[in-house]
Nanobody
Framework: QVQLVESGGGLVQTGGSLRLSCASSRSITSPSIDAMGWYRQAPGKRREFIAR???????YYDASVRGRFTISRDNAKNTVYLQMLSLKPEDTGIYYCNSLPDPMAWGQGTQVTVSS
């Protein structure tokens, strides 16, 4: 079964930084995968999209994280990263990654908590 394993979360203060990783047991350069994306689910809210990176390296960010987060990928390691800077309390949530347009089974995510 294909697995996505997110890691790198933790507890940080406002203004801090974290680097998340997402390792896929499936090749992220598969022809059926147009892009890899990061999502987050804040407490009591639905999971929302925050960033994606295409196979060719084109990136797109939700306005809430643009300028603070950077998505990148290492195709040889089938891993996607999310560098998060200037973290805010509203960034708190569980962070997930997945493929686009057709998602794989969702992983467990990694918890990010930003204290004020």
């Amino acid at each position: 079964q294909v697995q996505l394993v997110e890691s790198g979360g933790g507890l940080v203060q406002t203004g801090g930084s974290l680097r998340l990783s997402c390792a896929s047991s499936r090749s992220i350069t598969s022809p059926s995968i147009d892009a890899m994306g990061w999502y987050r689910q804040a407490p009591g809210k639905r999971r929302e999209f925050i960033a994606r990176i295409t196979s060719s390296g084109y990136v797109y960010y939700d306005a809430s994280v643009r300028g603070r987060f950077t998505i990148s990928r290492d195709n040889a390691k089938n891993t996607v990263y999310l560098q998060m800077l200037s973290l805010k309390p509203e960034d708190t949530g569980i962070y997930y990654c997945n493929s686009l347009p057709d998602p794989m089974a969702w992983g467990q995510g990694t918890q990010v908590t930003v204290s004020s």
